[in-house]
């Protein structure tokens, strides 16, 4: 599925523990959206101001049952992406 490409101007991270006791990371990742700056939460890591996310409509499980949202599907590096389009 293509997705839109949005370039990272920020990254914050939240770690806890699941009701299991297993660790996770869980990313908040700032993109620069129409000029403006929006936030999207991701499980992926790596990602550093500079990259590029691929963002993506998809669904997800909630008490409430599937519900449409927006989803990081990868993470490109900023010098990656931009070697490309020179």
Known sequence: ????ILKIIGVQAYH???????????????VDYSGEKA???TF???????????????TRSS???????????KIIPGAELEENFK
């Not at 599925?1 to 839109?4: A, V």
């Not at 008490?63 to 599907?73: C, D, H, K, S, W």
């Open 63 to 73: 008490v409430y049952g599937r519900e449409l949202t927006a989803i990081v599907q």
């Open 44 to 58: 992926l890591e790596g990602a550093v101001p500079g990259d590029y996310a691929q963002i993506v409509v998809g």
């Open 16 to 30: 806890g523990l699941s009701r299991t006791g297993k660790p996770y990371f869980l990313y908040t990742l700032e």
């Open 39 to 41: 936030k999207i939460k």
């Open 1 to 4: 599925m293509e997705g839109q």
